[in-house]
């Protein structure tokens, strides 16, 4: 494995351009291979035997393009196939997921109730829960399924009155009463953090995963003594359907010279 290789990041869409793109801004020497399964998303409506199969399919092509890394940049994926992939690759790469990061990171605060918004595969596997309660076990934890917002945001809406109105809809569900910090467990959700920021009006910690992703994938690079010092090489965008969306949201994190490939697995 050589430093200069790409890190390899995947989501079911544009939801980890958002983890990229921390990552771009932390590592501003590493380049990136990107790959958005546009074909099938949303990952949050599907079953955990459809992800875990797409996952496996991605990893190996970002595998064959030369990735020196693997980042599960989906709650949704992490959620059913992080262990699948950290033990089949071990020894040959590493696999990085969103998950146990943002669990360290909410036992390391004072925070007594938190709450968990992200698809229903995620919220389902009852992963951030489990995990949370095995490091803190006094903490409580309110989960809920929001899977309106992944399709929403992929299709462009977010920022404006209609995505204003589903998120207060959600965000005002009784259960979440009471919280002190939300998790946007889902990578699409950065996206519309303004609004929910909006929503909560300071009252509550609103967790970006975002760069708690970035710096567990330099801490890994770390260790491996991986992390690229010398001039960043050229990033690749692949999806497996080509969206006006996803083309979109790619210009305005990386710039108008960015390409995008369309590839079927
Ligand atoms: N970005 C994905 C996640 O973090 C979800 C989007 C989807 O459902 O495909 O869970």
């Not at 009784?174 to 300071?202: D, F, M, S």
Request: hydrophobic fraction near 40%.
């Amino acid at each position: 494995m050589k430093k200069n290789q790409p890190i390899g990041i995947f989501d079911s869409g544009i939801g980890g351009l958002t983890v990229a793109k921390a990552i771009s801004n932390l590592l501003p020497n590493e380049s990136l291979l990107y790959f958005g399964d546009t074909e099938h998303m949303p990952y949050g409506d599907r079953s955990a035997e459809h992800i875990r199969q797409y996952s496996e399919n991605i990893a190996e092509f970002l595998i064959a393009k030369g990735a020196k890394i693997l980042v599960i940049a989906c709650n949704s994926a992490s959620s059913v196939t992080y262990q699948l992939l950290k033990d089949k690759y071990k020894g040959q790469i590493d696999v990085v997921g969103v998950i146990s990061p943002v669990v360290d990171y909410v036992v390391s605060k004072d925070i007594k109730k938190v709450g968990i918004i992200g698809t229903k595969a995620t919220i389902g596997s009852k992963n951030h829960e489990v995990l949370l309660k095995e490091k803190k076990s006094s903490i409580k934890v309110v989960s809920l399924a929001t899977p309106l917002l992944a399709p929403m945001i992929e299709e462009g809406f977010f920022n404006n009155s209609i995505s204003q109105t589903i998120i207060n809809s959600y965000l005002s569900n009784w259960r979440l009463k009471g919280i002190q910090a939300l998790v946007l467990a889902c990578t699409h959700y950065p996206l519309i953090k303004k609004e929910i920021l909006k929503y909560y009006n300071k009252r509550v910690e609103v967790i970006d995963t975002t760069e708690i992703i970035a710096n567990a994938v330099r801490k890994s690079l770390q260790e491996q003594k991986l992390l690229h010092t010398g001039k960043r090489g050229t990033d690749h965008f692949y999806v497996s359907e080509f969206t006006e969306s996803f083309e979109k949201t790619t210009d305005v994190f990386y710039g108008s010279q960015v390409r995008i490939e369309e590839i079927k697995l």
